[in-house]
Nanobody
Framework: QLQLVESGGGLVQPGRSLRLSCKAS????????IAWFRQAPGKEREGVSC????????HYADSVKGRFTISRDNAKNTVYLQMNNPKPDDTGVYYC????????????WGQGTQVTVSS
């Protein structure tokens, strides 16, 4: 079964750090561009970051630039989102996805992981 499974979410205090993981099963992740999205309560889902298949190119939403870092370990079939200095506005469900380009359509979603930033 082809799946993306996110992990690493939870409750984190503002200013601390959290790392999310997105592991693929049933297929090889390194052929694909991967993106992270998030959805806050009552808001639309928005793009956070994406990374090319090689890992050589990354993009970030302005709201997370300088605080979040996307990376991938193709040997582990996993993409990461390092969240440094998180803010309460970063609270939401975080999803990883296989995409047709950083501004393209989504080919496959993960199930999501909840991140709550609160003191």
């Amino acid at each position: 079964q082809l799946q993306l499974v996110e992990s690493g979410g939870g409750l984190v205090q503002p200013g601390r750090s959290l790392r999310l993981s997105c592991k693929a099963s049933g297929f090889t992740l390194h052929y694909y561009i991967i993106a992270w999205f998030r959805q806050a309560p009552g808001k639309e889902r928005e793009g956070v970051s994406c990374i090319s298949s090689s890992g050589g190119t990354t993009h970030y939403a302005d709201s997370v630039k300088g605080r979040f870092t996307i990376s991938r370990d193709n040997a582990k079939n996993t993409v990461y989102l390092q969240m440094n200095n998180p803010k309460p506005d970063d609270t939401g469900v975080y999803y990883c996805a296989v995409v047709n380009g950083c501004l393209g359509s989504v080919k496959r979603w993960g199930q999501g992981t909840q991140v709550t930033v609160s003191s």
